[in-house]
């Protein structure tokens, strides 16, 4: 699938974090959809948790400062956009409707994308499979519908081989993108927990 290399600017930083903070006022028209379970809550921050953690994991990235490195954005799906809570003003633009649906469709797809490649990558040391990998099958086989990819490459076959630069440094790109995908993840998360969104 294509990324779209994308490099860290204070300003998309201010974004993805001013996010949470964006204004939600007065509630609007019924939704037929329900909120999403507390547990689901708990995922998405373990998963952030454990991203985060990886990302500290020198063996991960040798020969590479990963804090130096641009980030990569998973650029299939519309999940900051479609997500955008209801009565929400970001960027000056008031988002008048919450399509539970679309987002999580959007969501899934993202957590589809990022499994299927951290499952692919090389982890001798397993220092993504015990983590990332299992907070993440967690959360998408918890509170996804959506079954788990299959026919993915076996992590014995993978790890006979050292990884190399390349793949250590689109490891760390695609990490960092991944981790601001799951805080935009964790808000929307939040936001269907409460129930904000029904109203
Ligand atoms: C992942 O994060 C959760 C929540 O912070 C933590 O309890 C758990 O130990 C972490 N998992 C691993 C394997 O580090
Ligand atoms: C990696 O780069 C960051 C930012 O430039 C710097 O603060 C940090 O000390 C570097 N880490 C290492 C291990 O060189």
Do not use: W
């Not at 590479?64 to 954005?73: A, P, R, S, Y």
């Not at 955008?84 to 797809?109: H, M, R, W, Y």
């Not at 040391?125 to 299992?134: E, I, K, N, Q």
């Amino acid at each position: 699938m294509p990324l779209v290399k994308l490099y860290f600017s204070p300003a998309l930083l201010f974004l993805v974090l001013a996010c949470p903070l964006c204004q939600v006022s007065q509630s609007l028209p019924v939704m037929s959809t329900g909120p999403m379970a507390d547990s689901c809550v708990l995922y998405a921050q373990s998963l952030l948790h454990n991203i985060t953690k990886a990302l500290t994991q020198e063996n991960l990235f040798s020969g590479i400062n990963c804090t130096k490195q641009g980030v990569k954005v998973n650029m299939e799906t519309k999940t900051a956009s479609v997500c955008a809570p209801k009565q929400s003003v970001c960027s000056g633009v008031i988002n008048s409707e919450f399509d539970q649906e679309s987002c999580l469709t959007n969501i899934e797809e993202d957590l589809h994308h990022y499994y299927k490649f951290l499952a692919a990558q090389l982890d001798p040391d397993s220092l993504l499979g015990p983590t990332v990998l299992f907070s993440l099958r967690e959360l998408m086989e918890n509170c996804f519908t959506r079954s788990l990819p299959t026919g993915l490459v076996s992590e014995e076959a993978a790890a006979d081989r050292p990884s190399t630069y390349d793949e250590r440094l689109s490891l760390c790109k695609v990490l960092k993108g991944f981790q601001v995908r799951v805080i935009t993840i964790n808000r929307v998360i939040a936001y269907m927990n409460s129930g904000e969104h029904t109203k």
